[in-house]
């Protein structure tokens, strides 16, 4: 049962992804921006964070990676940590509306600061690095643990760039937010 759950919650996200992608570009909006660290290190961000997410239905649907056994407990407990990473991720996406892009670019309409935005100022990059934790976690396989770790390395980097690119975009009202929430947790 937990193979199905954590596959569904992989396949979700992708679906998500998919779904927030279309109906921003049938409003004729880019969701492309412009990287905020090297397109190298940009890519590779990416590349490691979904080569970690997919090993989760790689382990749960064509071999095992796992160099240990696993509990039930602990397979449970990164399923449970997967689906707040997706619920995290659709929140942000949901209230981040028109102005959810990759990367830098076009500025966001208005600065997001109620909801999931008011405990952080980015719920989309923590559900990312949760679902990260959750893949590792979830196949005990010392290659995820590596893409993972540097999936979120680069990913802290993106939004370091991202947060000094910001107050020029939303001027004080931003700084403000940035001392009174906190950015991942």
């Known amino acids: 049962m937990q193979d199905a759950v ?4 992989v396949l979700a996200f992708f679906v ?6 279309r109906i921003l570009r ?3 909006i880019d969701p ?7 397109r190298v290190q940009f890519a590779l961000a990416k590349l490691t964070m979904v080569a970690a997410w997919l090993a989760i239905p790689t382990q749960a649907c064509v071999t095992d990676l796992r160099l240990v056994a696993a ?4 397979a449970w407990a ?6 707040l990473g997706l619920a995290l991720v659709a ?10 892009q990759m990367g830098l670019g076009r500025p966001p309409a208005a600065l997001q600061t109620a909801d999931v935005y008011g405990f952080s100022r980015n719920p989309i990059y923590l559900g990312f690095h949760l679902l990260t934790v959750a893949a590792a976690t979830y196949t005990l396989d010392p290659f995820v643990f590596g893409f993972g770790l540097v999936s979120v390395v680069l990913h802290d980097r993106i939004v370091r760039a991202e947060e000094a690119h910001l107050p020029r975009e939303l001027g004080p009202a931003y700084e ?3 001392t009174r929430v906190r950015g991942c947790l």
Request: charged content about 20%; overall charge positive.
């Open 6 to 9: 954590a596959t569904t919650l």
């Open 16 to 21: 998500l992804n998919f779904v927030q992608k």
């Open 26 to 28: 049938a409003r004729r």
């Open 32 to 38: 492309r921006g412009a990287p905020p660290l090297p």
């Open 71 to 74: 509990s039930s407990l602990v």
């Open 78 to 83: 990164a399923v449970a940590t997967e689906a």
């Open 91 to 100: 929140l942000g996406y949901s209230y981040l509306g028109d102005a959810n």
């Open 176 to 178: 403000r937010y940035r």
